[in-house]
């Protein structure tokens, strides 16, 4: 991330703290992460209260709330929709799918999830500012909440890398 | 109107997460743990598991890796029910988001032992020594040897015994 | 079954049917098991025995393309009628050589037959002669033309560079021409809309963005049947537990398994379930449709409860992964028996108050009544199923028609109604969660005791040897959108051939003549009364076909569908 990058990001995260306009973008999903999603909005979770909001379009988005491995018929579909998307990027990984590539992770028809679209953005030099990956299957409405407030860093992660030695 | 009275019924129900616990109930499933102490490295997780999550790899430093992405887990809990050794729980652990990938992954590394005429890998050094412990006599000299030279050296053996030339 | 309506010639006794095959149509029987007949035909006669079925009552399930070259060096396409008066299965099998690799069309006398033919082409490469149109249907746009992933050399996890799609005809219909499409132009829709002025005059369906490659990953070398009912739960997280019972049925048909019966039971009641939980989402997502966001917010409300009870019992909101081959993985004990009565009696109260009101809205009533017409033969032509059959006067209900796992021991009605618009296609499943409500309730009530597991099976052994390869099974079970239909052929240690047929794959072609001559306004309601999986489309494209100008509507805000693979 280029110095600007980084100020503009910092900048974004502070005002984002109190309101967040996030799209949502299913790009192959079994739609298990997408009705929990839908889920977040009703009364038991209501992230509204959060400020946050669903928008129609990419152009208005904050966050990308993404779901699915992203399949091969819809990955032009999500490139052009990051593209559009205002810089600072932020983008929220959602479940399996979107995290590791799922449980067809390596069929011909997806891609891989958010790895692999990594990859091919930085090919193609569209910058995404922050990611933040969410597992679950599918995510619950509390996990993308977490998620969110993961991504704009209100609370720090929980989970870091581990070796372990094994025996003993 | 009727919705108002329907509204005013059902009052607020929203759990106001993070400030207030989440409903989770006793059956939930989350994260898994593997305990290393426990882990023999045998594998059966790893070809139960659908997606793939926990894989079995051989480093370049010689050590044999069982590795859990948690990305790509589907919380089935299946590791769980097949380990042979009990060492994989289920707890109840969902808050998991993370700002990369790498941070999603946990690994037990495992010790092997390699065949001391080829150098193939007979299997991870816990399994082997839990799997012959107590077990002594003749057949504690073929524990660091891989099958195909297991049969070799037996086969001199017993051509020796016999008087036959190998 | 007294009170179904007989409207269709009852369909002739299996004996017959197969007498019939055999001696006139030159028939093979090469299986048979219970209420599953397999006949294989010489490929000439294929279209007069699909007329002779169709005309006897019978409903095409789906077509199957299996490779069978390392069996025996031929294509083979199984064509799976469903005898639903009867309740038995007439699969209907045809080979061709590999070498001269073409089976004929049965489209123009089965409409029904239009998509998973037009799938066979794409993923096994075999020809289907005497078809006019003929078009990719499944496999993604940048897929070269000559690779049929389903083919035995192709790997699983093969991925081809793109190819540059061609510029594609869109299919004329009633002399009304569209021209060369080309994708440059604009953002590939799920659904064009052909208008004159603001009138629907035909409809484009562009979907399976969501094929995720799931029926060759279950033949995959990663695969075995203890993961299958993994992979086959995330076909659709909204219905999932239909069809990972549905694959483990099939499985269990063809080992010869039988669960003990309160895994049986248990099974239902999930099911039921699952049925409540995917009609009150849908009941929000139509009053979102309609603009009545309030009406969205209170029925999600309702429904929540039953997703916390799902997770209480199976141990995850959604893709439950209760099911394994010879039963489920957790039990009911007392205390959440005593819990799914309570959660019943509040989603019951709850809801019935909603009902009556959402339904008695008089906007809601005026723009739901008479749109969105399905007429009865329509609706057999394509053999639609689930809500959408019944709200047109087709009386088809798996549960009815091949009772399975513990319906027989219940007794319950299927709502069903001849307007075949979209009010009753609503007043269906409003009526069905109160019948699912119901069917709970008894089933707790009789609950038998015993195992949850078959002795032979567990975890923890691989149900593989208890699986022998060569064998068929068909195996359907009535999802909340309808029937969804599993044709297996085992292999070893996984299945050779695994089919997957779901409800709204059935139903999508549907939308055509719902949709012909109805005002633009109501497209969003009727689209949504289909019950695509929730929501199939964010946008839908218009095209204008008197000035060719094309614009894009809100259907609803984002989404896929899933259940079409």
Known sequence: MSGDGSKLLTKALARLKRSVWVFHLNTGSCNGCDIEVLDALTPYFDVERFGIKLVGSPRHADVFLMTGPITRETLPKVLRAIESMPRPRLILALGSCACGGGIWWDTYSTIGGYGRLKEILKERGIVVDRVAYVPGCPVRPEAIIYGVLVLLGVVEQKVKHEEVKAGG | ?166 | ?565
């Open chain 2, 1 to 166: 109107m009727k919705l108002l009275s329907i509204a005013a019924r059902a009052k607020v129900v929203t759990r106001r997460y993070p400030f207030e616990p989440p409903v989770i109930t006793e059956g939930f499933r989350g994260k898994i743990e593997v305990d290393p102490k426990l882990c023999w490295g045998c594998g059966v997780c790893t070809r139960i598991c659908p997606p793939n999550a926990l894989t079995l790899k051989e480093r370049e430093d010689g050590t044999l890796v069982l590795s859990y992405f948690m990305g790509r887990c589907i919380f089935c809990g299946m590791c769980a029910e097949v380990c042979p050794r009990g060492a994989i729980t289920v707890t109840k652990e969902f808050e998991l988001a993370s700002l990369t990938a790498e941070d999603l992954v946990r690994d037990v590394k495992h010790d092997v032992v390699r065949c001391r005429i080829c150098g193939r890998v007979v299997g991870p050094a816990v399994e082997v020594r839990e799997a012959t412990k107590g077990v002594g006599g003749e057949e504690a000299k073929y524990y660091d040897l891989c099958p195909e030279c297991r049969k070799l050296v037996v086969a001199r053996g017993i051509m020796t015994k016999v008087g036959v030339r190998p």
């Open chain 3, 1 to 565: 079954m007294g009170e179904r309506s007989r409207y269709l010639p009852e369909c002739p006794e299996m004996g017959e049917v197969v007498r019939k095959l055999t001696e006139e149509y030159g028939g093979r029987v090469i299986f048979s098991r219970g209420t599953e007949v397999y006949v294989e035909v010489p490929r000439h006669a294929l279209r007069d025995v699909a007329k002779y079925l169709y005309s006897s009552g019978a409903f095409l399930k789906t077509c199957a393309a299996v490779d069978e070259r390392p069996l025996n060096s031929s294509f083979a396409v199984y064509h799976i009628f469903g005898m639903d008066s009867r309740g038995y299965d007439v699969v209907v099998k045809v080979s061709a050589p590999e070498n001269d690799a073409w089976v004929p069309s049965i489209v123009d006398v089965v409409p029904a037959a239009d998509w998973c033919e037009l799938e066979a082409r794409d993923m096994i490469g075999i020809e289907l002669r005497g078809r006019k149109l003929v078009r990719r249907l499944v496999l993604p746009e940048d897929w070269p033309e000559d690779l049929h992933p389903l083919r035995k050399e192709v790997p699983h996890d093969f991925r081809p560079p793109s190819v540059k799609a061609g510029s594609e005809f869109r299919p004329a219909e009633r002399g009304i021409p569209i021209g060369p499409y080309h994708p440059v132009l604009h953002e590939p829709e799920y659904f064009e809309l052909l208008v004159e002025g603001e009138t629907v005059v035909d409809v484009y369906y562009r979907g399976f963005h969501v094929h995720r490659g799931i029926e060759k990953l279950g033949e995959s070398p990663r695969f075995t049947y203890q993961k299958i009912p993994f992979l086959a739960e995330r076909i659709c997280g909204i219905c999932g537990f239909v069809h990972s019972t549905c694959a483990i049925m099939a499985m269990e048909k063809a080992a010869g398994i039988k669960p003990p019966e309160r895994a049986e039971y248990i099974r239902t009641i999930v099911l039921e379930l699952e049925r409540i939980h995917s009609h009150l989402l849908w009941v929000g997502v139509a009053a979102h449709v309609l603009g009545y966001d309030a009406g969205f917010m209170h029925t999600w409300r309702v429904r929540e409860p039953v997703m916390i009870l799902s997770e209480l019992i199976t141990g995850s909101r959604k893709t439950y992964g209760l099911n394994l081959v010879g039963g489920v993985r957790r039990d009911v004990d007392k205390d959440k028996v005593g819990k799914i009565m309570k959660t019943l009696d509040r989603v019951e109260r709850e809801f019935k108050e909603l009902a009556n009101l959402l339904t008695s809205v008089p906007q809601i009533r005026k723009r739901a009544q008479g749109t969105g017409v399905l007429t009865r033969s329509e609706a057999r032509a394509l053999s639609v199923v689930g809500p959408v059959a019944r709200a047109s006067g087709l009386y088809r209900d798996v549960r009815k028609d091949y009772p399975y796992l513990a319906y027989k021991e219940v007794s319950f009605k299927v709502p069903l109604y001849t307007e075949g618009d979209n009010l009753a296609r609503v007043l269906v499943r409003v009526e069905e969660v109160f019948e699912s409500i119901s069917i709970i309730r008894q089933l707790l009530d009789k609950l038998p005791g015993g195992p949850v597991m078959h002795e032979k099976c567990s975890a923890v052994i691989p149900v593989d040897e208890l699986i022998p390869p060569g064998k068929y099974a068909v195996a359907a079970v009535e999802a909340p959108r309808g029937e969804d239909v599993h044709f297996l052929m085992t292999g070893e240690g996984r299945p050779y051939r695994w089919r997957v047929r779901a409800p709204t794959y059935q139903n999508i072609p549907a939308l055509r003549p719902m949709l012909r001559g109805d005002p633009l306004a109501d497209a969003p309601l009727t689209i949504a009364s289909i019950d695509p999986c929730f929501s199939c489309t964010d946008r839908a494209l218009v095209i204008d076909v008197r000035t060719g100008r094309a614009r894009t509507i809100k259907l609803w805000g984002g989404g896929v569908d899933a259940c079409r693979l």
